[in-house]
């Protein structure tokens, strides 16, 4: 990184191309012209942004960022880049959630429209954006969140033809003003699934045939606005349709596409949500610090007393780490394709990790700015709301906790392990004992990139095995391509399918970083656990359970990818060891909460203790970190 924490003062974009530099500039140098009073005083009078959208207008900023290019009519700026919009997230979360909410929420209307084979909507759609319209995401319920089976939006054929759709939605971001809203709904004569049943066994296709998206317009007489249901400047509409009339024009998807357009849709929008994280973090420590290096107490700066100073560097090692992952998750989504899906698990951490390490570091910050965070000129306490409300959007964390969990016996065994995967071959290997298991992956497990080659070729099973997680390395992707695959990753489903690529040779790459070295004793300590004593049914059932094992499992390719991004960066080992400092602790408090779960097995019980470690210390290097945090007091201040 060219600088740890995004300034504007000093930004210059140099990894997108000019026209992207531009427009981000032309951000930044909008919201620094317009100034600090001005941003919180509409905040706190609970305007609605209208002369940020005339900006956007008159930019075509929504147009070139949030077109893809088979939609752009030549336009060669017009492109869905993943990276230059994570980059526009970044800068909006930094400036305030409002900003972003409306960029946010405008991407997941899109995203059934883009999806679709419906070209007069999606040609409806591209010139809506270069007028500079907004759009809306018609999912959630008041009764029915996200139990999207049982959805009320009822949609009566009609004997001439076309449809009349009546019910109500909650929750919609943008509802007042959306040009497009991608509303799901299903029709009256066919059947509905009941949802619980679907959680235990998959739906046929007919049982699907009566679901569908179409799209609606927020200033039809038929749409019928009642309020906004949160005490905010955004707009997050509780809508009704009466009577609406439905063209077959205006449907989008039906039966089973429409859930796979609703999940993948899910997919882009809420990668956004730790970037908004990462800049109103940055722009919070700028605050922070500046506050804490210029206040003195009893003769001391408040940065020397000992539980600020570890607060500070927690917090600067945090942001750090949230950034390095976020670059390097950008790249595996943009480089994702129909044979390569790990995005999905990256996606999701993304959006849960990446804003509860958000959360934590508004909590740490709140300690070190103390009073000062609560006055009416610091933008702080915009954060503040703001950092409780990501790790709550686009599904709770224990909803993605759920769906990565899908993915953690392919991520820690398959094929990093040949020694499981070898037993998973060996008949009789599923009555073996447990610490038997346990014992032969072990000792395989530190040879199992040269045994794979001899393993596959005695042991047929296992051929398809490791062929399936053999990838290309995955480059830097700041280039000016159209990430059109978001548009086409097929059904949602099928992810026990998906194989990943060994991830011990990026945690060994970093061992001479003393708590990387201790952070892949814990994981490998890990892998034990799960061998000798995984989960059983009855606990595969159980939510609080099954959380406590995740929070264990989704710290590894979060590690992975910051290790990763690291190398390419060249991140200094002084603030990388203090990031796994952070993760020893953290890893080792996941453990024991384990450990103490009632439904935990004696065996579990006692594998979750292999887990805990105390990190190495190092004086040196911690006053290192904390003066290189210290050192941006005084960078960056809002222009008034």
């Known amino acids: 990184m060219s600088q ?46 209208a002369d940020f959208l005339d900006f956007v207008k008159r930019e075509r900023l929504f147009a070139t960022f949030l077109t893809p290019a088979a939609e752009a009519d030549g336009d060669p700026n017009k492109r869905w880049d993943t990276g230059r919009n994570a980059m526009l997230s970044q800068i909006f979360g930094f400036y305030g ?107 046929t296709e007919a049982d699907y045939e009566g679901y569908l998206f179409f799209v609606a317009d927020s200033q039809h007489p038929a749409y019928k606005l ?52 990462v800049g109103a973090c940055e722009h919070s420590f700028y605050e922070a610090i500046d506050h804490a290096e210029n206040r003195i107490l009893f003769g001391h700066k408040v940065t020397e007393f000992p539980q600020v100073r570890s607060l500070i560097a927690d917090s600067y090692a945090r942001i750090v780490a949230m950034k390095l992952y976020s670059e390097r998750a950008i790249d595996y989504m943009r480089s994702a394709s129909p044979q390569d899906r790990r995005y999905l ?6 959006k849960m990790s990446v804003t509860r390490q958000g959360q934590r570091v508004i909590e740490d910050l709140a300690d070190v700015i103390a009073a000062r965070g609560f006055e009416n000129d610091m933008y702080f306490p915009v954060a503040m709301t703001a950092m409780f409300g990501l790790p ?3 599904g709770t964390v224990h909803v993605n906790m759920a769906l990565s969990l899908k993915f953690m016996a392919n991520y820690m065994f398959h094929p990093a392990d040949a020694g499981l995967a070898a037993l998973q071959s060996i008949p009789g290997a599923a009555v073996a004992p447990a610490g038997a298991a346990r ?19 005695v042991v047929k099973p296992l051929r398809a095995e490791f062929a399936s997680a053999t990838y290309a390395p995955v480059p830097t992707r700041r280039d000016t391509a159209d990430d059109e695959f978001l548009f086409r990753q097929g059904p949602s489903s099928g992810l026990g399918r998906i194989r990943f690529a060994d991830w011990r040779p990026v945690f060994e790459g970093f061992r001479d970083v003393p708590n990387v070295a201790v952070f892949l004793e ?119």
């Open 97 to 203: 959630m409002t900003y972003w909410y409306v960029w946010q929420v405008t991407i997941l209307g899109l995203g059934p429209i883009w999806q679709s084979s419906n070209t007069a909507a999606k040609q409806k759609a591209a010139a809506q954006l270069d007028s500079g319209e907004i759009f809306a995401f018609g999912l959630s319920e008041k009764e029915h969140g996200a139990d999207v089976y049982s959805t009320d939006m009822i949609v009566d054929p009609q004997p001439d033809g076309g449809y009349s759709a009546t019910g109500s939605k909650h929750y919609i971001g943008n509802g007042n003003l959306a040009s497009m809203v991608s509303v799901f709904g299903r029709r009256s004569d066919k059947p509905i699934i009941d949802s619980a049943k679907a959680l235990t066994g998959k739906p």
């Open 392 to 394: 709550r959007l686009e």
């Open 439 to 457: 014992a032969v992956t072990g000792a395989l497990s530190w040879s199992s990139r040269k045994l794979a080659p001899r393993l596959g070729a």
């Open 345 to 350: 698990l990256f996606n999701a951490i993304e």
């Open 522 to 640: 814990q994981v490998l300590a890990l892998q034990g656990l799960l061998a000798a004593a995984a989960p059983t049914a009855e606990q595969q059932k159980d939510v609080d359970f099954l959380f406590a094992l995740g929070e264990l499992f989704t710290a590894v390719p979060y590690a992975q990818l910051i290790l990763e991004q690291a190398r390419i960066d060249g991140t200094g080992k002084d603030v990388l060891d203090q990031i796994f400092d952070v993760f020893v602790r953290t890893f080792s408090a996941n453990a024991v909460t384990l450990h103490n779960k009632p439904t935990a097995t004696p065996a579990q019980q006692r594998r979750a203790l292999d887990l805990v470690r105390r990190p190495v210390v190092d004086e040196r290097r911690f006053a290192r970190v904390l003066d290189e945090a210290r050192s941006l007091a005084g960078v960056y201040e809002m222009n008034p």
């Open 4 to 49: 740890v924490l995004f300034n504007p003062k000093n930004c210059d974009f140099a990894q997108f191309d000019p026209e992207t530099r531009r427009l981000l500039r032309a951000v930044v140098d909008w919201f620094e012209a317009r100034g600090k009073a001005r941003l919180l005083q509409d905040d706190k009078e609970q305007v609605w942004p």
């Open 226 to 277: 009642h309020r906004n249901v949160v005490n905010s400047q955004i707009y997050v509409a509780a809508f009704e349709l009466d009577n609406y009339p439905v063209a077959e024009a205006d449907i989008l998807h039906r039966g089973e596409d429409a859930f796979h357009a609703a999940m993948n849709t899910v997919n882009v929008g809420k990668f956004n949500l730790g970037f908004g994280a």
